[in-house]
């Protein structure tokens, strides 16, 4: 039987197909390649957790307590000005000098008025022994005049004697009682007036205690070693009563201060109350000193209240109102590590590396920590244990069970 040509082509197309079909089917299959999930190359600290004290950045600025203003005790001119602003001058050296014309009237005068007054009572002490000793003798003389009235009477009932000797008799008595009394009350009177003259003495003393106190005030002396702070004068200027002159603060007082958060504020005042030393370390400017946290103000405000620092160390270099960074070291605490910032997610999560997967843990922060010269943070919590790897990369996609592969860098906290 014989094929018509016509169904050749139809045939070798049909035989094709089978064919291609053929070999799809029985290619060899290749298998998927794995998906290997990524692995980040992260930074690790081994923690190991121990007693640190953490610190409180506070911001303040240096006070002077003991800063002496000196005015003008009276209306004056200045004949001298020794000083400079910032100068720092030693106990007892002058620092402004007023003219003291404008001083020593006031003082001779109130001599003058002393030395016056003094005289009236010692007057006055004469004068009352003359009135002693003539009370007497006025007393004496009145009894003789009753004596010889009694006996110019008895004449006048005996009709010896007139009527006139016996009026004149009664008037000497009359008299003479008079001139008793006004002698009594000269001697009573006595202390009143030596009473009066004491007391118009002592306000001539006190006069002359504020004169001779603005005589030595024209004279401005450094009550103690410091740093003039302000010069309010030149030589040649006219001033008026309370007119500033010269200021001057010790720098051995100064102190600084800085003002502590209501929410650490209960832990400072218990530290105080037990008698603990709170150290706390100061910048201002590049330069650097040590503090001691002396007390806290007598005012509290919602936001905190201010604690005022001693300056133990490098005091001298200071001066007023500058502003200071102040490192407080709080009550130390135990079971905690230091760790980078970096190492913080959100406020209250690290994450620790076990078996090269990432895992959380809650901490509770503490507050600054310094070291090597960064401000680290101190973090509590009871599941850190020793040598615990703690990630401090910052990964923006940190989630438990991250793969990483850590690298320790630094020292143990």
Do not use: C
């Amino acid at each position: 039987m014989t094929i018509d040509r016509r169904y050749w082509p139809w045939g070798i197309l049909l035989l094709g197909v089978m064919v291609f079909v053929i070999l799809v089917l029985t290619r060899p299959r290749q298998q998927a390649p794995e998906i290997q999930p990524r692995v980040w190359q992260v930074e690790a600290i081994a923690v190991q957790p121990r007693r640190l004290s953490p610190v409180l950045t506070l911001y303040g600025k240096v006070e002077a307590p003991a800063l002496m203003r000196a005015t003008a005790s009276a209306a004056s001119q200045v004949i001298e000005v020794r000083v400079r602003e910032g100068q720092e001058v030693a106990a007892g050296q002058l620092l402004v000098r007023l003219d003291p014309r404008d001083f020593k009237p006031q003082v001779l005068e109130a001599e003058a008025e002393i030395a016056e007054l003094e005289a009236q009572l010692e007057l006055e002490r004469l004068r009352h022994g003359s009135d002693m000793q003539a009370l007497k003798h006025e007393e004496q003389l009145l009894q003789l005049l009753q004596n010889q009235l009694v006996r110019v009477e008895k004449l006048r009932k005996r009709g010896l004697g007139s009527e006139a000797a016996l009026d004149q008799a009664r008037m000497e008595v009359a008299r003479q009682r008079k001139a008793v009394v006004d002698r009594r009350l000269a001697v009573q009177q006595h202390q009143a007036r030596q009473l009066q003259l004491q007391a118009r003495l002592e306000k001539a003393r006190a006069r002359l205690v504020r004169a001779q106190l603005a005589l030595e005030r024209s004279r401005v002396i450094a009550p103690f070693a410091g740093v003039v702070a302000e010069v309010g004068v030149a030589m040649g200027d006219r001033v008026g009563q309370n007119q500033l002159l010269v200021s001057l603060f010790s720098w051995q007082d100064l102190e600084v201060r800085a003002r502590i958060p209501a929410p650490f504020q209960s832990e400072i005042h218990r530290s105080l109350e037990r008698g603990d030393l709170l150290d706390a370390k100061g910048e201002s400017l590049g330069m650097r000193f040590r503090l001691q946290l002396a007390r806290l103000a007598g005012q509290a405000e919602a936001g905190g209240i201010d604690a005022l620092f001693r300056v133990t160390e490098g005091a001298r270099q200071l001066r007023m109102n500058l502003p200071v960074t102040v490192q407080l070291q709080r009550p130390a605490k135990d079971h905690v590590v230091a760790v980078p910032y970096a190492a913080l997610y959100g406020s209250r999560r690290l994450y620790r590396i076990v078996a090269g997967r990432l895992q959380s843990v809650e901490v509770t922060p503490l507050g600054d920590y310094p070291k090597n010269g960064q401000t680290w943070l101190l973090v509590q919590s009871p599941e850190l244990r020793a040598g615990d790897q703690i990630l401090v990369t910052h990964l923006p996609n940190a989630a438990d069970g991250l793969a990483v592969e850590a690298r320790l860098i630094g020292e143990v906290s």
